[in-house]
Nanobody, 120 residues
Framework: QVQLVESGGGLVQPGGSLRLSCAAS????????MGWYRQAPGKERESVAR???????IYADPVKGRFTISRDNAKNTVYLQMNSLEPEDTAVYYC??????????????WGQGTQVTVSS
């Protein structure tokens, strides 16, 4: 079994910061891409940022320059540092990861989601 557990969400004022963490556990050989999606009420889930095992990062345009994704491969953990938060960033944030389960099979898993609310 593979599991992703997120933490770090909460309520923050506009302009504030939050750091999300997502730790992977279970049986797997390695992890390929790790990343974050978010889903606001009434909207579709959208990609926020992702990072390869080698550290290459890709960001969605709305968060460029404000969010930073990083990962600690030794801890199988991905982070999302969110600065200069705006009310439009309010959403449930989901982490995901693509796990190499066997030499011939990889599979993606999702975390349970963590609520981020930006409001004064």
């Amino acid at each position: 079994q593979v599991q992703l557990v997120e933490s770090g969400g909460g309520l923050v004022q506009p302009g504030g910061s939050l750091r999300l963490s997502c730790a992977a556990s279970g049986r797997f050989f390695s992890i390929n891409i790790m990343g974050w999606y978010r889903q606001a009420p009434g909207k579709e889930r959208e990609s926020v940022a992702r990072i390869t095992s080698g550290g290459t990062t890709i960001y969605a345009d709305p968060v460029k320059g404000r969010f930073t994704i990083s990962r600690d491969n030794a801890k199988n953990t991905v982070y999302l540092q969110m600065n200069s938060l705006e009310p439009e960033d309010t959403a449930v944030y989901y982490c995901y990861a693509n796990f190499v389960l066997t030499t011939r099979h990889s599979e993606s898993y999702w975390g349970q989601g963590t609520q981020v609310t930006v409001s004064s």
